[in-house]
């Protein structure tokens, strides 16, 4: 009567909380494992803690272990002692021994979270499973972008923040890269762009860190005219066009899994992103699965969220490398008063490029302050200005002063303000502020 009285919701057609407990023990089936086979255990989760390192919650399939025995990682080949194991209840409730069927967690002094995937499967040491248990894949970014300290002093910083944020994010994959304009950073994989927003946001709130986020894109090849064939992973590695012989992009086999109801949308994205339709199985009445062959460097830059806006969340979305194609890339820079700005700077499309141009121009218009001199912000392919905008200069009035007498008297004011002017033009430095970078992401 209790339980009825105070938690309604547990009481349903005058059952009480035992009966329906009693229930679910007779109907639910137990586990399916044998204790006695070599050790499997899948890792479902994993936390970091500041003293005790990374814990890894683990559901027990098949097989015993103990305190103090040596395991493995299949997925990583580390080895580790299990200091301590248990069951999980409200809180960890340590055991002497975990058998098949058991969910629990296992403490090693692992100190770094990269170590410990979700999906791989722990097993002993001396006698090992055969095989380790289907399903696990290694996380797949979706965006890479490079992110550099605005300071190059902060190099070191920047490092140290990185390998804490991947402590508890073991998504955000990054590794070194340098910059001409730039310097020193790291080139970093994200799951989308609002997990790079959210990396981007605790750089700066958690550990203080200015940083500048470049254009995403993916790694081409380039073959030259004398032969050589080129990785190149950010514009700012690419050889002359005048060098070039041919460029390979990344390609993918997609398959995207929605309902019936948004196919057209869907669709109409795929072909936007230069998507290639390969095969198209409805698995159920209203569930479609299309299969499309799909340039990598289309999909990092905003088609997972687009996917999502237009589906309202129900689609799904998985890819494979497929190989590398040839293709018609050309190399866009944005110039601000004839020099470029090195993160601003993509590889694109022929296609795509005057387009996109001219849109990234409209929007840094925007959002560039006006200085004391005109600004002008171009798009260029090479030598060729396909696109241009001009941020207009602050003017003061210094014909106020003048109530009367000759025109000529105003002439000179004014011509000794363009001469200051154009001066300030050729000494002065634009300051690009930060939300202009990420403005390229957010063009629709």
């Given at each position: 009567?209790?339980?009825?009285?105070?938690?309604?919701?547990?009481?349903?057609?005058?059952?009480?909380?035992?009966?329906?407990?009693?229930?679910?023990?007779?109907?639910?089936?137990?586990?399916?494992?044998?204790?006695?086979a070599?050790?499997?255990?899948?890792?479902?989760?994993?936390?970091?803690?500041?003293?005790?390192?990374?814990?890894?919650?683990?559901?027990?399939?098949?097989?015993t272990f103990?305190?103090?025995?040596?395991?493995?990682?299949?997925?990583?080949?580390?080895?580790?002692?299990?200091?301590?194991?248990?069951?999980?209840?409200?809180?960890?409730?340590?055991?002497?021994?975990?058998?098949?069927?058991?969910v629990?967690?296992?403490?090693?002094?692992?100190?770094?979270?990269?170590?410990?995937?979700?999906?791989?499967?722990?097993?002993h040491?001396?006698?090992?499973?055969?095989?380790?248990?289907?399903?696990?894949?290694?996380?797949?970014?979706?965006?890479?972008?490079?992110?550099?300290?605005?300071?190059?002093?902060?190099?070191?910083?920047?490092?140290?923040?990185?390998?804490?944020?991947?402590?508890?994010?073991?998504s955000?994959?990054?590794?070194?890269?340098?910059?001409?304009?730039?310097?020193?950073?790291?080139?970093?994989?994200?799951?989308?762009?609002?997990?790079?927003?959210?990396?981007?946001?605790?750089?700066?709130?958690?550990?203080?860190?200015?940083?500048?986020?470049?254009?995403?894109?993916v790694?081409?090849?380039?073959?030259?005219?004398?032969?050589?064939?080129?990785?190149?992973?950010?514009?700012?590695?690419?050889?002359e066009?005048?060098?070039?012989?041919?460029?390979?992009?990344?390609?993918?086999?997609?398959?995207?899994?929605?309902?019936?109801?948004f196919?057209?949308?869907?669709?109409?994205?795929?072909?936007?992103?230069?998507?290639?339709?390969?095969?198209?199985?409805?698995?159920?009445?209203?569930?479609?699965?299309?299969t499309?062959?799909?340039?990598?460097?289309?999909?990092?830059?905003?088609?997972?969220?687009?996917?999502k806006?237009?589906?309202k969340?129900?689609?799904?979305?998985?890819?494979?490398?497929?190989?590398?194609?040839?293709?018609?890339?050309?190399?866009?820079?944005?110039?601000?008063?004839?020099?470029?700005?090195?993160?601003?700077?993509t590889?694109?499309?022929?296609?795509?490029?005057?387009?996109?141009?001219?849109?990234?121009?409209?929007?840094?218009?925007?959002?560039?302050?006006?200085?004391?001199?005109?600004?002008?912000?171009?798009a260029?392919?090479?030598?060729?200005?396909?696109?241009?905008?001009?941020?207009?200069?602050?003017?003061?009035?210094?014909?106020?002063?003048?109530?009367?007498?000759?025109?000529?008297?105003?002439?000179k004011?004014?011509?000794?303000?363009?001469?200051?002017?154009?001066?300030?033009?050729?000494?002065?430095?634009?300051?690009?502020?930060?939300k202009?970078?990420?403005?390229?992401?957010?063009?629709?």
């Open positions: 009567m209790r339980a009825g009285r105070y938690y309604p919701c547990f009481r349903e057609n005058g059952r009480s909380v035992a009966e329906i407990l009693n229930r679910i023990v007779k109907d639910v089936p137990a586990p399916v494992g044998d204790p006695d070599p050790l499997q255990c899948l890792i479902f989760d994993s936390v970091f803690n500041s003293f005790r390192g990374v814990i890894a919650l683990l559901k027990v399939t098949n097989g103990r305190t103090n025995d040596l395991v493995k990682f299949v997925a990583t080949g580390k080895q580790y002692q299990a200091d301590e194991i248990g069951v999980l209840k409200m809180k960890m409730d340590p055991r002497k021994e975990l058998s098949a069927g058991d629990g967690y296992i403490i090693s002094g692992i100190k770094t979270a990269r170590e410990v995937k979700v999906g791989d499967t722990i097993t040491v001396k006698n090992p499973c055969e095989k380790a248990i289907e399903g696990f894949e290694e996380v797949k970014p979706m965006v890479f972008a490079g992110i550099y300290p605005i300071d190059t002093d902060d190099y070191e910083d920047l490092r140290a923040a990185m390998e804490k944020l991947q402590l508890n994010d073991a955000l994959t990054f590794q070194p890269e340098s910059s001409a304009a730039l310097g020193f950073g790291f080139r970093c994989g994200f799951l989308g762009l609002l997990h790079m927003e959210i990396v981007q946001e605790r750089l700066d709130r958690e550990f203080d860190m200015n940083v500048i986020t470049t254009v995403p894109n790694s081409y090849h380039v073959h030259t005219k004398a032969g050589e064939v080129l990785d190149v992973y950010n514009p700012s590695g690419m050889p066009s005048t060098l070039i012989e041919d460029i390979e992009e990344p390609f993918i086999r997609a398959q995207v899994i929605s309902k019936s109801d196919i057209g949308p869907i669709m109409t994205l795929c072909l936007e992103k230069r998507g290639i339709l390969k095969k198209q199985d409805y698995l159920t009445a209203d569930r479609v699965e299309l499309y062959d799909m340039p990598l460097g289309e999909i990092v830059f905003d088609f997972y969220d687009k996917l806006s237009i589906s969340g129900y689609a799904s979305f998985d890819y494979h490398i497929t190989g590398y194609r040839s293709a018609k890339l050309i190399k866009l820079d944005i110039l601000l008063n004839g020099e470029p700005v090195d993160a601003l700077s590889l694109i499309h022929f296609d795509n490029a005057y387009n996109f141009g001219r849109r990234i121009c409209e929007k840094l218009k925007e959002l560039i302050p006006r200085q004391q001199f005109d600004v002008a912000i171009q260029a392919i090479g030598a060729k200005i396909i696109a241009r905008e001009t941020v207009k200069a602050v003017r003061k009035d210094v014909t106020a002063k003048c109530y009367g007498g000759d025109i000529s008297r105003k002439r004011l004014l011509e000794k303000q363009k001469k200051g002017k154009k001066r300030m033009k050729q000494v002065g430095n634009v300051e690009v502020p930060q202009a970078f990420l403005a390229v992401l957010k063009l629709d």
